[in-house]
């Protein structure tokens, strides 16, 4: 492997570990990312100069901490009146990597940050997105999300806010946003808003390492239980959802015999002891939508009705236009797709999906079901004006292709 590639490979894998491990021994996000920053660098020159080390994210870690606390050092000394000596900074105790990492989570979810800053916070330093890629996320300019990450670093740092997972009178309480954040991290892996494939896999399996974390700290939330069943359920079908030549395969073209039926069986365990607890909630009801489809062993035998219904469901807990779209989609897919469109024209009506690319493609597909082609090619062409992933504009362009194809230069609108 190149070394470039295997310094990007390292960052995906070991580098969100690390820089919670130097986040803790600093107190300070900027310091951390800085000193991560020279250790890629330094990794660049002393691996092509030495070779690969044996366990190059063990390397990574040791040279930052190291880098760290060489800074540390240099701020104190500075500190003090010229002859005195600065004392060595104390790291702390070598701990489980896991626990830095649930740390640097509150730290990102801590109630003293507004709700979007934990959410671009949280896709930055846990998920290891660019500035840029969040702000598609988010559809917003660069420079407001760039904006809103200095100020949650900012109030971090003069808040003193602490490296730590609340205590369990507290934990309750920071579930919710806990759970939000993950919910994030999770999305955009299975779906990344910008990254050249269609999926990110180290952010699915970050969100699912995450939502065992927080089932482990709460083991009686339903909701964390209802997270982590839907995430697995969900990523159950990754394999099957890119084609080997990258393109992007619909849920039901997809070959349901690689689905990964461990994941299925572990998340509808889940499901079944959230369900169990009776407090329902949103992300129960998504994973119940989750295992339904994961049931069905071919796409006729899905219950699409039953999917609508808990969609509805779903919408007394999150009233959100994309919440709302969705349940129109499975309206349809429950054969009522006249309904799902006027559903979906009310929603574009009030303007708050004006700029989301699934809106124009669920019309799109409505459309070409009921053989409304001219239709149909008009909603692709808007949809092809919004979508960020290359995985689903290469997709997109193949429908409508198809059906600029079959209905001839002299039906195209």
């Known amino acids: 492997m190149h070394l ?18 130097v986040a803790r ?22 691996w092509r100069r030495d070779g690969i080390p044996a366990s190059p994210g063990a390397w990574l870690n040791t040279v930052a901490r190291r880098i760290a606390i060489d800074r540390l050092r240099r701020e104190r000394r500075a500190e003090l009146p010229d002859g005195l000596a600065a004392p060595d900074p104390e790291p702390p ?16 979810c801590h109630p003293a940050l507004r709700p979007d800053a934990r959410q671009a916070l949280a896709l930055r330093i846990l998920g290891g997105l660019t500035t840029r890629e969040i702000a598609r996320a988010f559809v917003e300019p660069e420079p407001t ?8 670093k900012r109030k971090i740092r003069e808040a003193r806010i602490p490296y730590e997972v609340p205590s369990p009178r507290e934990l309750p309480a920071r579930l919710a946003d806990v759970l939000a ?3 994030l991290i999770f999305n955009e892996g299975y779906t990344s808003t910008g990254a050249p494939s269609l999926m990110r896999p180290d952010l699915t399996s970050e969100a699912i390492r995450l939502g065992r974390l927080v089932v482990e700290l709460l083991p009686a939330s339903a909701e964390a239980s209802g997270l982590l069943s839907m995430m697995l359920l969900t990523d159950a079908r990754r394999a099957a959802r890119i084609s080997p030549d990258g393109s992007l395969v619909p849920l039901e073209d997809q070959d349901r015999t690689v689905w990964n039926r461990a994941q299925i069986e572990e998340g509808t365990r889940l499901l079944d002891a959230a369900l169990s607890a009776r407090t329902p909630g949103p ?21 699409w009705p039953q999917i609508a219904a808990l969609y509805r469901a779903l919408l007394q807990w999150s009233p959100t236009p994309v919440v709302e779209l969705n349940a129109a989609v499975a309206l349809g897919m429950a054969g009522d797709h006249t309904g799902a469109l006027d559903w979906i024209g009310r929603i574009e009506a009030t303007g708050a999906l004006a700029r989301y690319h699934l809106l124009y493609a669920s019309k799109a597909d409505l459309h070409r079901r009921l053989g409304r082609v ?13 979508v960020t992933n290359a995985a689903e504009r290469a997709y997109l362009e193949t429908r409508l292709s198809a059906l600029e194809e079959a209905s001839g230069p002299c039906r195209s609108p």
């Open 4 to 21: 470039s590639r295997l310094i990007e490979h390292v960052v995906r894998t070991d580098g969100r570990r690390v820089l919670a491990a």
């Open 25 to 46: 021994l600093t107190g300070d996000l900027d310091a951390a990312e800085e000193a991560l920053q020279e250790a890629y660098a330094r990794a660049l020159v002393a």
């Open 93 to 108: 105790e070598p701990q489980d990597i896991e626990d830095d990492r649930l740390r640097l989570l509150f730290v990102c």
């Open 145 to 152: 999300t760039a904006q809103r990450i200095v100020r949650a």
């Open 181 to 183: 954040v993950i919910y």
């Open 283 to 303: 992300y129960q009801v998504q994973a119940a939508i989750a295992a339904l489809h994961a049931a069905a062993a071919a796409p006729e035998d899905t219950d």
């Open 374 to 386: 001219p239709e149909a090619i008009a909603a692709y062409r808007a949809a092809l004006a919004f």
